[in-house]
């Protein structure tokens, strides 16, 4: 299939768009969501670093491997291919090791600890995948169209949709018999506890990509990259209800004045997670604080009966 331009427009520059990403987090936490985009409270981490590593890493390589792969025409080739594309993962992760120093100081043991990691990991899926091209060749089956089973036909792809009110980048995109199938990559090493907000972001992705190229997708997936786990999601009506009801609330945080309450019973495991846990806990004392404040300032302001100045002026009289 031809590398059409799909879904870029002008449409993913408007910002009365709800980006995706603020439904995954509405669905982790309506209050993080609250925290990052109506208080404005950002903040890196070494798991927020880390993410950008592998994301900017994966950009870097994914043109190069498809450069290589569309070289291939036997399979006496692929000892030498292998040697080539290990050798593209080291220039890379070179590279992407000087500019994470310079531009994330402070992190710089946890990258350094990450890349090692991540090169292991690429040139661990990158064997596989030659592998999987080897059978190809064995069985007389490989052929330049089969590049997109292997590997990404988009990446880091952005799509837009006035009607849907939504904009994001989706991380790849791959082909299987024609079919579009949104790709979404987490580094979170605790695949378990966001799992139903990733499911909704690829939902949202899925809806995005049928929207701008006019073809139903059925499915979506989330590679949790740091355990190999690719983590398969059916686009059934009830999760594209899911993500225009999602979408909806999201719309109604973004307006509000006050914060939502913070996350209670077993949902409430989530906040040991969470990047913005120290910052919910100190704005939930300032609430409290306030309450405290304005319940004191009530007693003496309130016009009803038998608040305390009501009586202290009852008992000046007499």
Sequence with gaps: MKNRNIGINKDFVDQSLIAVSSLSNYTYCPRRLYLSQVKGIRKETSHSVAGKIEHDARRIICPQLKHKYLKLTNNKQIVEFENRVF????????????????????????????????????????????????????????????????????????????????????????????????VDIKTTPYPFISREADAVQIGAYSLLLEKVWGREVRKGQIYYSRSFLHYDVRISDELRNKVIETRNCVRRILEMTKPPPPLEGHEALKCRFCYLRTECQTETLINEEQAEVNGLCKLFTDPAPGNLDSLFMEAKVK
């Excluded at 992190?107 to 995948?129: A, G, M």
């Excluded at 091209?133 to 006035?162: C, D, Q």
């Design 87 to 182: 050798q593209i993962i080291d220039r890379t992760m070179d590279y992407i090791r000087k500019v994470a120093f310079i531009e994330f100081p402070i992190f710089t043991p946890e990258i350094q600890f990450f890349i090692e990691e991540l090169d292991y990991r690429l040139k661990s899926e990158e064997e596989r995948r030659v592998q999987t091209l080897t059978n190809l060749f064995e069985m007389g089956k490989w052929n330049k169209s089969k590049i997109y089973h292997l590997l990404p036909w988009l990446v880091e792809h952005p799509v837009a949709s006035k009607d849907l009110q939504l904009k994001g980048r989706i991380d790849q995109v791959f082909l299987e018999e024609e079919r579009a199938i949104p």
